[in-house]
């Protein structure tokens, strides 16, 4: 069974840019989470979406956005790049919204 | 709202000695415990969990962990250590009924011969 895929692993940007993160849950699993992992910020959950719909976001700007498509794989947006977006984005996914998280690899953003 | 702190920021042991890990959290309502390990350039791979039933809980590796209700901790121990297990570890809480995770900063552990 594949786990968790994130495309792609690395991406540089400059500030200001937009970035597109993306995301492949593993089979079956309906619910995907984002989480960011910034240096010396730890990890912090982003976002969490379920059957299609965003169901909860952390305490991030409205310049992080995404979606989740009808056959569950998601995507992370990231507006107007700032340099303290530089961090490690983690996706994980699972069966329904209360069952244990399996994660990707992550996506390693650098905003130059 | 949950919280959950690691004390350690990095802890260095030999090889073969006994390691913990400490992990307290703080919550109004029920918790769900995690212990997550993430090993150079990966993602994080879940190592144990506790949901309920019995307090000390095995997971991979060899490493085990124990819920103390009272102490709200929830300590990672390993009876002994290899190189292999040089990673960085992650405590996790999730409210009861809830699904997000709230995460501590992490305990980097170097494990030396």
């Known amino acids: 069974e594949a786990g968790v895929t994130q495309s792609p692993t690395h991406l540089i940007k400059t500030r200001g840019q937009q970035a597109t993160l993306r995301c492949s849950p593993i089979?079956?699993?309906?619910?995907v989470y984002w989480y960011q992992q910034a240096l010396g910020l730890g990890l912090q959950f982003l976002l969490w979406?379920?059957?299609?719909?965003?169901?909860n976001r952390g305490n991030f700007p409205p310049r992080f956005s995404g979606r989740q498509f009808p056959n569950y794989s998601s995507e992370l947006n990231v507006n107007a790049l700032e340099l303290e977006d530089s961090a490690l984005y983690l996706c994980?996914?699972?069966?329904?919204?209360?069952?244990?998280?399996?994660f990707g690899p992550g996506t390693r953003l650098t905003v130059l | 709202a949950q919280s959950v702190t690691q004390l350690d920021s990095q802890v260095p042991v030999f090889e073969e000695a006994p390691v913990e890990l400490r992990c307290n959290y703080s919550?109004?309502?029920?918790?769900?415990l995690f212990w997550y390990v993430q090993y150079p350039n990966q993602g994080l791979q879940l190592l144990l969990k506790?949901?309920?039933?019995?307090?000390l809980v095995k997971g991979i590796n060899g490493f085990e962990a124990e819920f103390n209700k009272s102490q709200t901790s929830f300590h990672l121990r390993k009876p002994s250590v290899h190189i292999s297990d040089t990673a960085e570890y992650f405590c996790a809480v999730r409210a009861g009924g809830g699904n997000k995770l709230t995460f501590g900063t992490g305990t980097q552990l170097k494990v030396e011969l």
């Open positions: 979406y379920d059957e299609g719909e965003e169901r």
């Open positions: 506790y949901l309920s039933g019995s307090t």
């Open positions: 994980a996914s699972s069966p329904g919204p209360f069952n244990e998280q399996f």
């Open positions: 919550s109004s309502v029920s918790v769900y």
């Open positions: 089979s079956g699993h309906t619910s």
